[in-house]
């Protein structure tokens, strides 16, 4: 038995590997990479968040917790949205602890998607949305976003894509790959066409405190949005808490009850040290959280002028850690351009392409790096293009 493709499942096969994942594992293989690649903070989680969890396991914190996680942590969770995104939940039915966002995104599309429902993903976006999508049986619709609009999701153009069987739409701002976000007005004008077509709204706000012109502002929070949205979170970004693998979700109790169902079964509950990490990091880590966002947005600078310097042209992103340059000057497709650009001068970016077709043409670099390698690597990119640079 040469071959076990004819087991796999076909929806399984269907969905291509992760772009982002097949560049970094070409970093992996590659000596002296400087990598713009994976969306991961270069801090340590700070000493206080990491001293909680020791503290834990000293104490016999090694059991499970309830399948929605500790009360303890929900409670912390709600104070955090009252304040934060101004909504009210309820610790005990409207919040569950998951693992990462990354599962509050599987658990949300398998809790709500029949066969052929489809769900609207403005693009560029998150790699993990439309295969999420198919893997929960849904169909995946496409909805552009563009650089003339500043990456934000019109209305206009999102009415074009609703049709009888829309279900969900997903909202991911701060948005990854463009660094674009969604301002009060915006959502307030998504808000009447959402609630016309009967919308559910599952809004990634996992980029949240990373926002640098202003206040972050849910969709949640607008008159008629709170029952139908859900709103995912975790500690990833902000508190440079990725490998704790803690995210949440919030919502109207019979979607936060049907998602807890699924995850009984395949998760029980999210790690009790890593919980106990999160609460000290709600509880005490707002001053470390403001410092690394400060530098974040230093980077932000100084990767947008670096950029301007090789002229490479870029829209100015609003939040989170990655700048979205246009590389169209070069005539090389985004993974052509990629692929040389790591082999020929040892930097490691992802092809725009990973984010959706809408995408191509472009490279996503996260600034969630040292200054230094910033620098070194923006030099790196600026060699490359004096050779590549069409016409």
């Known amino acids: 038995m040469n071959s076990m493709q004819n087991y796999l499942a076909d929806t399984v096969k269907s969905i291509p590997p992760s772009g982002i994942r097949r560049f970094f594992d070409l970093v992996t293989q590659t000596k002296g990479v400087i990598s713009l690649g994976v969306g991961e903070p270069d801090f340590v989680t700070p000493w206080h968040i990491r001293e909680a969890c020791f503290y834990a396991l000293e104490k016999g914190y090694t059991m499970y917790t309830s399948n929605s996680g500790l009360l303890e942590l929900r409670e912390e969770i709600a104070n955090y949205m009252k304040k934060k995104i101004g909504v009210e939940y309820s610790p005990q039915r409207e919040i569950l602890i998951t693992i990462g966002v990354s599962e509050a995104v599987d658990l949300a599309l398998r809790a709500l998607l029949n ?34 609009d500043e990456y934000r999701l019109k209305p206009e153009v ?14 991911a701002y701060p948005n990854n790959p463009t660094g674009g976000i969604m301002e009060k007005e915006d959502l307030e004008k998504l808000r009447d066409l959402i609630i016309k077509n009967d919308l559910i709204v599952i809004s990634d706000e996992i980029y949240a405190e990373l926002t640098y012109n202003g206040g972050h502002v849910s969709i949640a929070s607008l008159p008629g949005m709170r029952d139908r949205t ?10 440079a808490m990725t490998g704790w693998r803690i995210g949440y979700a919030c919502g109207h109790p019979d979607i936060i009850a049907a998602m807890t169902k699924i995850h009984q079964y395949t998760i029980m509950c999210a790690p009790i040290m890593s919980q106990m990490a999160a609460i000290e990091a709600l509880r005490h880590g707002e001053s470390e959280m403001r410092r690394m966002v400060d530098d974040y947005n230093n980077r932000r600078k100084i990767i947008l002028s670096g950029f301007k310097e090789i002229g490479l042209d870029c829209f100015e992103p609003k939040g989170a850690f990655y700048a979205f340059p246009s590389i169209k000057i070069s005539g090389m497709s985004s993974e052509e351009f990629c692929e040389k650009l790591l082999m020929e001068e040892k930097v490691a970016v992802v092809p725009g392409n990973a984010f959706g077709a809408n995408g191509e043409g472009h490279i996503r670099c996260c600034y969630a790096a040292s200054i230094k390698n910033i620098e070194i690597a923006i030099e790196r990119m600026g060699n490359f293009l004096a050779r590549h640079r069409k016409g």
């Open 115 to 148: 066969p052929g429902d489809e769900v609207l993903v403005p693009e560029p976006s998150f790699v993990s949305y439309a295969p999420g999508t198919v893997l929960a049986y849904g169909k995946a619709v496409s909805v552009p976003t563009y650089f003339e």
């Open 158 to 171: 999102l009415e074009k894509y609703i049709t009888p069987r829309s279900k969900i739409l997903i909202l």
């Open 230 to 239: 859900i709103v995912l979170n975790g500690f990833s970004k902000a508190y």
